[in-house]
């Protein structure tokens, strides 16, 4: 998700692909015009606002970037999951990954977004419009996540509120996961419908 979201923001922005191993992340970064790739102390330090894209079971490494993140925006994509027989289930009991990622880094401003869309709508841009559940604190945080989502073509942030609601935003996935496959459609993603269109 973090190397396809990094290919489309690269069109627009200066992207820097964060890893672990900073060889594997120039490596992923080598195959998108326009972006470099660091580790990801080195990419904390030198963005202006971060995309977290890594699985929750690793949630904590977080933590350690809290310095670097400082003041800035962290948009945060993780979806806890567990799969059990084919089937996938919300992984928390209560609260969310946003939520946890905002109390790791205390001096950012942490949104949710991107996570009811998969990372294969990515790779085939066009289509129709999709709609992007943004949840955020503040007006500048949403307005300030928005502007990241506006600058892929097609998609449109749509305000849920404060980073609380990202209990809903993440509990979404798992469903739509399921229906993709009880139905047999292939990827889904949101596109909400209104009276007005
Ligand atoms: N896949 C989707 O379509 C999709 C859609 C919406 C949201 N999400 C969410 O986005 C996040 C990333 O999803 P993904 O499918 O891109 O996951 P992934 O490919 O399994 O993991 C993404 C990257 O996380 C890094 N990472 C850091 N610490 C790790 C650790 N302890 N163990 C394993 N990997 C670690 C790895 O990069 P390095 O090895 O380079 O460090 C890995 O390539 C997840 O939280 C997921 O719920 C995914």
Known sequence: MGSSLGQQLAKSHQVIIGSRDSAKAKAVAAAIKGATGADYSTAARN??????????????????????????????????????????????????AAEMLAAKLPRSRVATAFNNITAGFFKKPGGSRLDIVVAADSKETFDETAGIVRSIPNLRPMYAGPLSEAQIVERITPMMLNLAKRNETG???????????
Do not use: W
């Open 47 to 96: 963005c202006d606002s971060a995309i977290i894209a890594i699985p929750f079971s690793a949630i904590d490494l977080v933590s350690s970037l809290a310095y670097e993140l400082s003041g800035k925006l962290v948009i945060s994509i993780i979806n806890p999951m567990k799969f059990e027989k084919g089937t996938a289930f919300y992984g928390l009991e209560r609260g969310s």
């Open 187 to 197: 990827s889904l993603a949101i596109r909400f419908v209104s009276q007005k269109e």
